[in-house]
Nanobody, 126 residues
Framework: QVQLVESGGDLVQPGGSLRLSCAAS????????VAWFRQAPGKAREPVSS????????LYSESVKGRFTISRHNSMKKAFLQMDSLKPEDTGVYYC???????????????????WGQGTQVTVSS
């Protein structure tokens, strides 16, 4: 059974930090590119970050570049999203996704990811 399980979401004050985790099972995690997407209330889901199978070439949306860091540990079948200098506009449900993308595939299009987690809530508020 394929599963992606996110954890680490919480309520945090502006300027604070959180570290999200994504635990994979039921498939060969190391063969898949991993991405984080988020969805704020009343808004469409948007891409946040992605990382290749071997952990190279992390990519970020402009809104989080310089504040968020994506990483993965293939032997542990986990991916992480370190979020620093959080802003209220970072509030939303954060989803982990895994997909068999090739180098020319746009990382920021959700349709290219086959497996999805259930999401974890991040709220940035004072």
């Amino acid at each position: 059974q394929v599963q992606l399980v996110e954890s680490g979401g919480d309520l945090v004050q502006p300027g604070g930090s959180l570290r999200l985790s994504c635990a994979a099972s039921g498939f060969n995690f190391g063969n898949y590119q991993v991405a984080w997407f988020r969805q704020a209330p009343g808004k469409a889901r948007e891409p946040v970050s992605s990382i290749r199978r071997d952990g190279s070439r992390p990519l970020y949306s402009e809104s989080v570049k310089g504040r968020f860091t994506i990483s993965r540990h293939n032997s542990m079948k986990k991916a992480f999203l370190q979020m620093d200098s959080l802003k209220p506009e970072d509030t939303g449900v954060y989803y982990c996704a895994a997909g068999s993308l090739i180098s020319s595939t746009p990382w920021d299009e959700s349709r290219h990811y086959q497996f999805w987690g259930q999401g974890t809530q991040v709220t940035v508020s004072s």
